[in-house]
């Protein structure tokens, strides 16, 4: 690229990976936009994370790459614009995660409570990445819902089984770094008196 700006999508429009274009507010767009807020957001924890942690966020953060090339492609694109086939995320992939949550989860204590986000810094980032990856899930389920549109089968499971690792991750952020784990009671409703 000899230039970062293009000037085409000034009108509101995109260049998808087939190279038809399409409204920004697209749900296609909506839901690979929202792979790269949660990219971006393991890129941040990359920059807090202990070395154990960071290897496997990056390696994460390739398979979002391609998780977001995946949903770049459109299977009909028209005539102009032929489909081509996407590039598909490794089912191993879901269970690589399957394999970290099952390791992290080993050492922390048995969870009875649902948890309030926070804790150490790096805990209450791993809960707000965990938020993204949620949304980007939904995006994503909402984009397989239009007509026409078919996904990789490996894309929702992956983002789901992605947002519970974020989860055991932050857990262990607390545990490692001496952060407390909140849990949340629900409030007795106060007696009224009587009369």
């Known amino acids: 690229m000899a230039r970062i700006y293009t000037r085409s999508g000034d009108d509101g429009t995109t260049?998808?990976?087939s190279g038809a274009r399409t409204g920004k507010a697209d749900p296609r767009v909506e839901a690979y936009g929202t792979v790269d807020e949660?990219?971006?957001?393991?890129?941040?924890?990359?920059?807090?994370?202990?070395?154990?942690?960071?290897?496997?966020?990056?390696?994460?953060?390739?398979?979002l790459f391609v998780l977001g090339a995946n949903l770049s492609f459109p299977h009909d694109s028209g005539p102009e614009h032929p489909a081509q086939p996407p590039p598909v995320l490794d089912p191993g992939r879901v269970a690589a995660l399957e394999h970290w949550i099952d390791a992290f989860s080993a050492g922390l204590p048995p969870l009875?409570?649902?948890?309030l986000p926070g804790g150490t810094p790096l805990a209450a980032w791993f809960h707000l990445a965990r938020t993204v990856c949620r949304r980007a899930e939904r995006r994503v389920v909402g984009l397989s819902l239009e007509p026409g549109v078919r996904l990789d089968s490996t894309v929702v499971p992956y983002l789901n089984r992605l947002s519970d690792f974020l989860f055991v991750l932050a857990r262990a952020a607390n545990q490692r770094g001496g952060g407390q784990e909140i849990f949340w009671k629900p409030r007795k409703p106060k007696e009224q008196p009587e009369g």
Do not use: K, S, W, Y
């Open 38 to 63: 949660l990219n971006a957001c393991l890129g941040m924890l990359r920059t807090l994370a202990p070395g154990d942690m960071q290897e496997i966020l990056q390696e994460i953060q390739a398979d």
């Open 112 to 115: 009875r409570h649902f948890v």
């Open 15 to 17: 260049a998808l990976a």
